[in-house]
């Protein structure tokens, strides 16, 4: 019986842009996003990410879209940004096909080290949907706290997607880094 393979992270490279704009669709639009439990699909339609917002992330200092993959295949990531004295997390994206069983974790953790002991960051937090009841609890679960603070839905800017409901908004999560 041989050995699973590891799960390996690196950072993306010009030449990832078009897996990873795949990968977050797949996550989060249309009929493949509803085969996991990360869809948007009810609240948003259109694009979630596209090549121009995945280059321009990986041209910014203190910014790695960290890539998640098993025997050369992309099946996670996510994107942190250093802001002061805090990381910035977002496009996290999972294959719906290997949600629910650990990988989502593994990236997280991995982001926050690389955030916390790389860039010395004592913070991390995220925006998020405040619809997405379920996703928030899986942050929490994961020591992220909701802060009150809300920041509002670009509507009218299709980059972001296009809302199937008028009282969308995000709210800041925060996880202080040992």
Known sequence: MSEPATLR???AVAADVPAIVALVESAY???SGRRGWTTESDLLGGQRTDAADVS???DQPYSVILLAERDGVLLACCHIERQGDSGYFGLFAVDPLQQGGGLGKA???EAERIVRDAWDCR???MTTIVQRAELIAFYERRGYRRT???QPFPYGDERFGIPR???LRFEVLRKELA
């Open 9 to 11: 992270f690196r950072p």
């Open 29 to 31: 639009r249309g009929d």
């Open 56 to 58: 321009v992330r990986l």
């Open 107 to 109: 990236v997280m953790a």
């Open 123 to 125: 913070a991390m937090h």
């Open 148 to 150: 009150g603070e809300f």
């Open 165 to 167: 409901r008028d009282d």
